[in-house]
């Protein structure tokens, strides 16, 4: 099973900006396309963003113009900034590869954002 640690939630207001980060094990970080996906309350989880090994990038309708996925190779991470925040991205937000796989999800990270 592979363990992938989310960090960097928090409660902002509207407007405001959060970067989520995720460390991958270093032995599948460079042979996989990686994403981060959410869950509000209440709601399925969705696919955010994903970023492949070539550094192309795909984003969700909700969130394109707004957030940004990257990876550093280095160190096998992968971030997300995410900017203007809205009430509606209020979620746990998780990484995972893309497409995902069952045994990989984390615990995620909270992001809650206030009106």
Same mark, same amino acid.
């Given at each position: 099973?592979?363990? %992938?640690?989310?960090?960097?939630?928090? !409660?902002?207001?509207?407007?405001?900006?959060?970067?989520?980060?995720?460390?991958?094990?270093?032995?599948?970080?460079?042979? @996989?396309?990686?994403?981060?996906?959410?869950?509000?309350?209440?709601?399925?989880?969705? %696919?955010?963003?994903?970023?492949?090994?070539?550094?192309?990038?795909?984003?969700?309708?909700? =969130?394109?113009?707004?957030?940004?996925? !990257?990876?550093?190779?280095?160190? @096998?991470? =992968?971030? %997300?900034?995410?900017?203007?925040?809205?009430?509606?991205?209020?979620?746990?937000?998780?990484?995972?590869?893309?497409?995902?796989?069952? @045994?990989?999800?984390?615990?995620?990270?909270?992001?809650?954002? !206030?009106?």
């Amino acid at each position: 099973q592979v363990q %992938l640690v989310e960090s960097g939630g928090g !409660s902002v207001q509207a407007g405001g900006s959060l970067r989520l980060s995720c460390a991958v094990p270093g032995f599948i970080f460079s042979s @996989n396309s990686m994403a981060w996906y959410r869950q509000a309350p209440g709601k399925q989880r969705e %696919l955010v963003a994903h970023i492949t090994t070539y550094a192309y990038t795909y984003y969700s309708d909700s =969130v394109k113009g707004r957030f940004t996925i !990257s990876r550093d190779n280095a160190k @096998n991470m =992968v971030y %997300l900034q995410m900017n203007s925040l809205k009430p509606e991205d209020t979620a746990v937000y998780y990484c995972n590869r893309a497409p995902a796989l069952a @045994n990989w999800w984390g615990k995620g990270t909270l992001v809650t954002v !206030s009106s």
